[in-house]
């Protein structure tokens, strides 16, 4: 009686363990999968090298913008002029890269240094209040990406912005993104915003009107919108322009 029992468990388990390894199977297998697609998807990444000869026609910010106001049922009529990097005023050049990315000529598209600042400043904070994101991983995402800021997202755009550094010049780079950002409704990119803000072209802007266009930059729709806060404008303007001194061009500018 004992030898039958010992059988009928050993049974029991040999009819589980076909249904459990079916289970991995099917667990492995879709794992594979998800990792196939994720390679695939970085695989086919833009690398920038397009914008060595031409300017972009669109960028994903752009379009979504556009499809924003097509929800809601207005006429978006994007205000963009493309400038060269020799027709925009060093001025606004220093004023941005105070205000965004001081250290832009000394790092290879990730700022390290500013980076950990962040994560200790959320850390105390306990929320996201400080970004980190240098000029080159701003351009990445206004070009090809999302608003997301899902994990995947911040992965592709960290490919990205490598990309951007390898195949651009420093100068180029900030050509591309002074005259492809957002600088209000409809309003894109540097010579539109000088043109819409301060009636002038952006090759004759001050340092003080560069600091008011620059101080604009990390959210020009709402929190710094110069129509619905003035004041968060003004202050960022007087720090920037604090900031301006300390910036420094190649000397081959």
Not at 7 to 36: D, E, M
Not at 90 to 111: I, S
Request: glycine share 6%; aromatic share 10%.
């Amino acid at each position: 009686m004992p030898s039958k029992k010992v059988n009928a468990s050993t049974k029991v388990r040999k009819q589980k363990n076909p249904k459990g390894w079916s289970f991995k199977r099917i667990f492995l297998f879709l794992f594979l999968l998800g990792c196939g697609y994720l390679a695939l998807e970085f695989l086919f990444l833009p690398t920038g090298k397009e914008l060595i000869t031409g300017n972009p026609t669109s960028t994903t910010m752009i379009e979504a913008r556009k499809k924003e106001a097509l929800n809601q049922g207005k006429v978006f009529e994007p205000k963009q002029d493309w400038q060269p990097i020799n027709q925009i005023s060093t001025n606004l050049v220093k004023a941005v890269l105070a205000g965004e990315d001081a250290r832009f000529f000394q790092h290879n598209g990730f700022d390290t240094e500013e980076l950990k600042k962040a994560i200790e400043k959320d850390w105390e904070e306990g929320r996201f209040v400080r970004g980190a994101s240098t000029i080159s991983q701003q351009l990445a995402k206004n070009l090809y990406l999302s608003e997301s800021k899902n994990p995947i997202r911040k992965l592709k755009e960290a490919a990205i912005t490598y990309y951007l550094e390898k195949n651009l010049s420093k100068k180029r780079l900030l050509e591309v993104y002074l005259n492809v950002i957002e600088w209000g409704d409809g309003v894109f990119g540097a010579e539109a915003a000088a043109r819409k803000y301060l009636g002038k072209s952006i090759s004759q802007v001050s340092s003080n009107e560069a600091a008011y266009l620059a101080a604009m930059i990390p959210n020009p729709r709402t929190v710094y919108n110069p129509s619905k806060n003035p004041k968060k404008v003004a202050r960022r303007q007087n720090l920037i322009l604090k900031r301006m001194n300390a910036v420094k061009l190649p000397k081959k500018w």
